[in-house]
């Protein structure tokens, strides 16, 4: 189709094409790619959380997509207002038999409690699963050992919202329900029983670490960091940062400070953060450099041992032995992320006490 004389020249005077299309593909995809960051917004952006005093740099990077994702569970929540007393009403106690919580509730609100906790806890089991399958007149009676536990764990709750009120509403008002670690589980997810020794080659310290666990977050971290703190009450401490210094009676080890960095690295998977939301980076161990989380942090700790020693530890000879752990036939028991799921506040800081004053003192509830 073309003269003969312009294939000739053609062929003798080659000419790349290659290099300005791809220039011009680089070009034209680094635009479209702008305009999609302009569109949709940039996927990396960040927000900063600020931890410490303004000027000093102490602040954590969190991604505004995940900012943005909230915690699936919170959509499970539902307004659910109380029964506004005039005085007049007939007390729980009053009405129905063994009420040994809840006593001084109205009927209205008693019911709408324990509604809310089937829901809570056993939402395909129903009342069947305190109250077993008899006529209402049987729902007095202590028959079933969940009835028991949930009893129990209604004290729990009321202390907790009562006694705790500087960690679970440290910001604003939170509060707990059984909600926040059942989430329509019988069981929460996330509790812990002892599963030491992990290592049965060995004797002493190291047969409770060099294994992955869950309980060391899958690290060849020490495996009984939360048996020891969580529940023993043991001192929370790193070694001496100078080498070669004489340890007096009780001084942290360095076997001491890998369990306290396994129980660091649990805090940090429960809340899903790292360590500077509680430590100075630039005084680390300086208790009086912390950020306020840190005393937040530090009142969970009490808490949590609180919740073990008093409320959890003591079911054991309640709880059948389906329910208890599988090596040692403890109860279970609960740790951060029993009720934070990955998470800085469970349900991200959603204020589940709201409706449920019943639950938020051992006294008798205050409606507003």
Known sequence: MLPNWFNVWNKENPTNVYGPAVLVGVLGGAIFLAIMIVVWGQPAATNSLQTGPRGTGMSMAEFTRDLGTPDPDIAELSENEPYIPDGSEALAKDIYSNVQVLGDVTEDNFNRVMAAMTEWVAPDQGCAYCHGDGDIETYGEDTLYTKVVARRMIEMTQNIN??????????KQVGVTCMTCHRGQNVPSEVWFK????????????????????????????????????????RIGVHDLESRVANEPGDPLIQHAERTYSLMNYFANSLGRNCVLCHNTRA?????????????????????????????????????????????????????????????????????????????????????
């Open 162 to 171: 009562e006694s705790w009120e500087g960690h679970v509403s440290a910001n």
């Open 284 to 368: 680390f161990y300086d208790t009086e450099q912390v950020t306020p989380q840190w005393s937040t942090a530090s009142q969970g700790i009490a808490m949590v041992q609180e919740i073990n020693n008093d409320y959890l530890v003591p079911l054991t000879d309640v709880l059948p032995a389906d329910r208890l752990g599988p090596m040692h036939g403890d109860a279970p028991k609960a740790a951060c992320k029993t009720c934070h799921k990955g998470y800085q506040q469970p349900l991200q800081g959603t204020n589940v006490i709201k409706d449920w004053p019943e639950l938020a003192t051992t006294g008798v509830p205050v409606y507003e």
């Open 195 to 234: 599963i030491d020794p992990v290592n049965e080659a060995t004797a002493g310290w190291p047969a409770v670490q060099n294994r992955a666990t869950p309980l060391s977050q899958y690290t060849s971290l020490p495996s009984n960091a939360l048996e020891a703190y969580l529940l023993n009450y043991e």
